[in-house]
């Protein structure tokens, strides 16, 4: 080869070398574009993902206050949705600028998107749950549990009647499902003012929503089923059953936040009734409306069958399980009765020891005083915060047909407790009146003390069944003053057959320069009256008495 070939050919070469640099550049930036692009569309995608999932959670929770949520949003579903335990992720801190330009514009909005996605569900949250009292979230939970049982029942019912031609009674059930569906979206619609600052215009709100969720209940009537098949005559029975039983539980569920807010708001409620001009007999009226629906609820809600037909939903296996229900809720009420009267004897026995214990000590007779009132107080204790336990698990276990029951238990517990306090006051008064009681005066106590406590339970009873009904209100109140008016006069009358030794009892305590005033005022015959007036101030000197004599 000679010498200039070879030249050119070296020469060649690094003219080729000089041209492919830039190239090899070019093909180097490109692919740290296509690197760096790749990462922010995964971040971008990331960010998307994260975008839809909470604008999904606002839609259902929007479907939810609207009414148009799916019958496959059931209560726990509801709870967890409304809570924010609905298992979304954690939020994520996005930045604002990305490296890829392409993908700017689409992060910026989807960024925005989400940014206003999460603080537009935080505020219906907060609204309809987080700031809500525990009665609010309850009765939230307690509507749609209803709605669900009539939208699962609406399915099976829908599936039977496809086939036949009667487009009367399809219209009839939508006509119902139509006002059943505007009282439950009054009610969401309510719901965010509970949660702020209540005013008596809230409050007048809810008041017109209680009058209407009373009476709405009886304005369908089940339409002629005779042309149907038996089968379907059936479940259009049932169906309206239960749409009736969920126009009982809206009805009861107003009632218990219109209670809630009688209680925690009553200078709101008082200005809100001030507002309308309502009379307190229009207001008893709606309050007596109130117990009947209670009291319909409690029948409804006991026999209706709502579950939905296919296997495992034998009526005859569901109806053998609710019986058995009800008999150990009966038999609970004989087991604790006789877990009360047990504990008496173990009661007795410590009683016993620490008297025998302490029976050379200072204060000795103080001791076995407080000692007996234990033991004798116990099984009446026991029995009451039974009752209370009790009444928890019958709510919680749908039996709502005991409810009552635990009224006149919690009477029986009443009763002997006033049986109680009546014999240890006349007995404490005879003592410090230096007075001994023969057999005929023993007598004579303990059927005193048996009527004057007889004399309180009637309108106990009355008003501890108010209170279970309709909570909180003009008629509670009502009776609440009526039940301390007979205590005052059973009082009186418990110690009018010791009218002069109540005043001997009170003369030991007070100074000697007021004796004759006690005479002119108690030794008259307003004494059943006035007595009362004196009987905390002598429970206060006896405690008196008492601490003296012990230290």
């Not at 009267?341 to 173990?346: A, F, H, R, V, W």
């Amino acid at each position: 080869m000679s010498l200039s070939t070879a030249g050119g050919i070296i020469k060649a070469a690094l003219l080729g070398m000089f041209l492919c640099l830039p190239f090899s550049y070019v093909h180097a930036e490109a692919s740290a574009v296509t690197s760096v692009c790749r990462d922010a569309k995964i971040l971008a995608g990331d960010l998307e993902k994260e975008q839809q999932t909470f604008q999904s959670l606002v839609t259902q929770l929007e479907e939810v206050i609207n009414g148009s949520a799916s019958v496959s949003v059931g209560v726990i579903e509801l709870q967890a949705l409304l809570s924010g335990k609905d298992g979304e992720a954690l939020p994520t801190s996005w930045p604002e600028v990305i490296s890829c330009e392409d993908l700017q514009q689409s992060y910026t909005k989807n960024r925005a998107s989400l940014i206003w996605q999460k603080e537009h569900l935080s505020q219906l949250r907060n609204l309809y749950w987080w700031a809500q009292s525990s009665v609010v979230r309850s009765a939230i939970l307690s509507v749609w549990r209803s709605r669900q049982r009539l939208l699962q029942h609406e399915q099976e019912l829908n599936n039977q009647l496809q086939n036949l031609p009667s487009v009367t009674l399809q219209t009839k059930i939508e006509a119902l499902h139509s006002n059943l569906q505007a009282q439950r979206i009054a009610f969401f619609r309510l719901l965010p003012k509970l949660s702020e600052g209540i005013n008596y215009h809230n409050v007048s709100e809810w008041i017109v929503l209680w009058r209407q969720s009373l009476r709405l209940i009886y304005e369908h009537q089940l339409p002629e089923t005779d042309e149907l098949p038996a089968g379907i005559q059936s479940i259009v029975v049932d169906h309206y059953r239960i749409a009736e039983l969920d126009q009982l539980v809206m009805s009861n569920v107003v009632n218990n936040i219109r209670a809630w807010l009688w209680k925690k708001h009553q200078s709101s409620f008082a200005r809100a009734r001030q507002a309308s001009a309502d009379s307190d007999q229009q207001l008893l009226l709606d309050e007596v409306f109130a117990v009947r629906n209670i009291l319909r609820w409690l029948y409804v809600d006991a026999t209706v069958d709502f579950r939905q037909s296919g296997p495992g939903n034998n009526p005859v296996v569901w109806r053998f399980f609710q019986g058995f229900e009800y008999l150990f809720g009966l038999l609970s009420f004989f087991l604790l009765a006789l877990v009360a009267s047990k504990s008496k004897k173990p009661a007795a026995d410590i009683q016993a020891f620490y008297v025998l214990k302490l029976r050379r000590q200072r204060g000795y007779a103080q001791v076995s005083r407080i000692t007996l009132t234990i033991s004798l107080m116990l099984p009446w204790v026991i029995g009451w915060l039974g009752l209370e336990y009790m009444e928890s698990l019958f709510a919680s276990y749908d039996l709502p047909l005991l409810l009552p029951l635990l009224s006149f238990a919690r009477l029986y517990i009443v009763y002997g407790l006033l049986r109680l306090f009546g014999g240890w006051l006349l007995s404490r008064v005879n003592q410090q009146a230096s007075v001994f009681q023969n057999e005929q005066q023993i007598l004579l106590a303990e059927r005193q003390t048996k009527q004057a406590a007889a004399i309180v339970i009637l309108p106990w009873l009355l008003m501890d069944l108010v209170k279970l009904a309709i909570g909180p209100s003009l008629m509670l109140g009502i009776f609440d003053w009526i039940t301390l008016f007979a205590l005052w006069f059973a009082v009186g009358f418990l110690l009018g057959p010791w009218q002069r030794e109540f005043i001997l009892a009170l003369q030991t305590f007070f100074p000697q320069r007021l004796d004759n005033l006690v005479e002119r005022i108690l030794n008259s015959v307003a004494f059943i009256l006035l007595a009362p007036l004196f009987v905390p101030l002598f429970l206060v000197a006896v405690l008196v008495d008492f601490s003296q004599r012990f230290g």
